[in-house]
Nanobody, 122 residues
Framework: QVQLVESGGGLVQAGGSLRLACAASGRPFSMYYMAWFRRAPGKEREFVARVTWDGAYTYYADSVKGRFTISKDNAKNTVYLQMNSLKPEDTAVYYC???????????????WGQGTQVTVSS
């Protein structure tokens, strides 16, 4: 059984930084994609970024490109989301997800973490 556990959320002022982590466990991983999504209050779930399991290739939503960086520590089976220059509109619950399709659609991801709250104050 795959488990994804997020950590690192919190409250930060606009312009600040946070780093989220997602630790994966439960089975051998290969040929998978890891992604971050977010859901703001009253809004639909939104794709943020994804990375290949080997950490070689990344892809970002336009809304975070240049501010967020997704990376992976293969030894720890952990994916990170470094968030810089945070804006109030980045406030959301952030979820990591694992799937076998190169996709920005959450329905293509089979495994999800519990979510971590990120709040950016103005």
């Amino acid at each position: 059984q795959v488990q994804l556990v997020e950590s690192g959320g919190g409250l930060v002022q606009a312009g600040g930084s946070l780093r989220l982590a997602c630790a994966a466990s439960g089975r051998p991983f290969s040929m998978y994609y890891m992604a971050w999504f977010r859901r703001a209050p009253g809004k639909e779930r939104e794709f943020v970024a994804r990375v290949t399991w080997d950490g070689a290739y990344t892809y970002y939503a336009d809304s975070v490109k240049g501010r967020f960086t997704i990376s992976k520590d293969n030894a720890k089976n952990t994916v990170y989301l470094q968030m810089n220059s945070l804006k109030p509109e980045d406030t959301a619950v952030y979820y990591c997800a694992l799937g076998r399709t190169r996709s920005e659609n959450g329905y293509d991801y089979s495994y999800w973490g519990q979510g971590t709250q990120v709040t950016v104050s103005s």
